[in-house]
């Protein structure tokens, strides 16, 4: 292995592939900082250019630098903005935001960098030496698995469950749920619930959605309640920096969430979404009820676990991609399709045949990931400021990016009329207090759940799945007890409270 | 400011002289195609596009090629837009494939090929059925055998919903094999790569499947490919038998082909179908052409729309077999 890390870096590392990581990494972060335009479109934009140096090595490692900058730019927009855009950093916008408006933006973004590497570096050195046996874990789950993985993922909405919420987080998941079914179902090709409309056709666009439920409300919310933003708009940006005793507290999680985000990555068909949920729910299961308290307002802990767990799931892709061939993800399928274009068939004989090329995308994913964390981290300072624009400025300009996301994915105006209409009610739906954050993910995984759901009943014609494999049986348990459990303590901690209340009046 | 404006003014002039240098070959046949993409980036639809973009401008038969993605109703938006704007769209060509003529046989698509002006088929890709390099099945017989003995455990697998393409073609070849094309069990996953993950963790029992996608996996050693719908073996992976040999009727081609809007003036048509034609010939196209992996089916006007009509009846009594219409 040492002799191909060492053939891999006399491949990778000259003065060009470095430019090409630099440039990459610039332009991912710029373009992926739109809401619009995820790591996918930035990807499929680049790949001619990237075809055009012609040698494979620099154009692979030109390309993970536009992935790696891509979804840091991603989160980047999760924070400030409320708005992310692509469905891996939904979950960084639970916490990040919240901090970004306690005046810690630039705190939020250093953790989100420093996580972000960290996972995808662990990731890396995982890839590294499992790889080849790793490639046999990618085929452990059938449909049945995936649907049971899915129903685990859904149980990230308990961590909204806090403060007598349940009820309505429940709502809003079964809301989000029904959204989903929207459009072309599983089974057939036949429309449902478009009522006709064309452009309903395909379901509602998740940027719509994520667009609609966080980032307009957001942008409503602040032009009718002048007072608040006055209040915040002081464009105080403190705590650039993390302490030595925050980085303590995150260290574990960023340990824990790179194993957990890598192995749920090289499933194909679950990904970094499905990573960053769960991951988002397991650390809020394993911290203290004080940190439990937090997440959801900001918890370093809530940050740091979706963003470590999402950019090691992107790695985790790479497994099947590089020792199968198969894409995991839309965004690994038209890397296959760049690899395909330079001569490259990934799969089992990829590491025997080519190993410079294997071992060359390998160290290109690191480099990208480490030249990201020098690139970024001294521009943190500048990107925060942009919280620091005064709210009159500010909003006009979420609304212009927020509008402009949801038409640049699909050109299609529908999508305006479709976005602000979803934006007023969500509006209306955050005035009563209800947590938006759970219809995303109803949303998100509401058609994977149905997909495999229909699979699994198709394939053992019937309910058979759930008794002959023992896994899916396993991943269902574990999501009961991942939603009954906080609830359970919070219950017993109600009542223990109401007695202690009931003897001290009693007295 | 003023240096931005001297940037965008410098790389205008590049891209001035860049079109220059593909006017001076001197067998250029048009300014610009504008291409309108059904589908989003990194698809099939838009991989089609932008390589004939790509050989057209390349090779200099075009100066300047444009594209735009308009996804939505399986791309029935693109559709319903091309004939809405019909008159302002006689420079755009929009690229489709054999889904076209599945979805409007379904009315998912309210209008059909026959609301277009058919400019050329293209391209081609053979479908193909591929079970697992270590499965037991060596040959579509041992896989009709299998079958045949437990129909309800034998599942066939494929990129698409019930009803669409890969469920057709699995069909297809269960009627060309003398069985019910009703009976069999398909199962449809979201995409190509799913199916597969599908196929290697033995899920499914055998995969329908794009040809080109085919080889590229039976060259890694992963799958063994069963038949090709294609009358002889394609030379691109000639030890892959055609389901012609083995007995078995099942004829079927993927095309790729070009469409303007209805009403497209006569001497527009005819140069459409003169810079696609000299394209295919081009070196140009040949690298596009390889690079994913299809054939050669140049069908320009009339006989396009022969080779449509025949393949919607084909796919329409099939549909009506299965119960989808």
Redesign the interface.
Known sequence: MLEGILIGLSTAVTPFNLMMVVAGCVIGTLIGMLPGLGP??I???MI?VAIGIGDPTSALILLSGVYYGAIFGGSTSSILLNAPGVAGTVATAFDGYPMAQKGMAGKALTIAAISSFAGGSLATVLLMIFAPALSSV??????AEYFALMVVGLSAIAAFAGSGQVGKALMMTILGLILGTVG????????RFTFGI??L??GFSFITLAMAMFALPEALFLVMNPARSAEQGSGKITGLRISRQEARTIAPVIGRQSVQGFFIGVL??AGATIASFLGYAVERNLATKEEQAEFGKGSIKGLAAPETANNAACTGSFV?LLT?????S?T???L??AL??LNV??????MTDEPDVFWAVIIAMYIGNLVLLILNLPLIPYIAKILAVPRNYLIPFILFFTLMGSYI????STELLILVGFGVCATILRFANYPLAPLLIGFILGTMLE?NFA?AM??Y?GFGFLLERPMTLALLALAAILVVLPSYRAMRARRRAMREQGVAEGD | MKFTRRVMMTAAAAMVAFSGTAQADGHQVLDSIHFLIPGGAGGGWDGTARGTGEALTESGLVGTASYENLSGGGGGVAIANLIENAESSYGTLMVNSTPIVIRSLTGEIAQSYRDLTLVAGTVGDYAALVVADDSPIQTMEDALAMYRESPNDFAIGGGSVPGGMDHLVAAIVMQGAGEDPTAFNYIGYDAGGEAMAGLLSGEIDALSTGFSEAIALAEQGEVRILGVTSQERVPAYDSAPTFAEQGIDADFVNWRGFFAAPGLPEDMLATYQEALGAMLETEEWEAVRSRMGLVNIYRPGDEFRTFLDAQEQQLGDLMRDLGFL
């Open positions: 996918m479109s990807i499929a934009i001619p990618a085929l452990l789950f059938h449909s072309e179902g599983a089974l057939s090709s036949t429309p064309l452009d056709q395909s194909p068909g099947p199968l061939g198969i894409p995991g839309g690994t399928a038209i296959l399709g395909i274009a068939t990934p799969g089992p004989r990829l994915g699909q050109n299609n997909d699979r198709q394939l014609r």
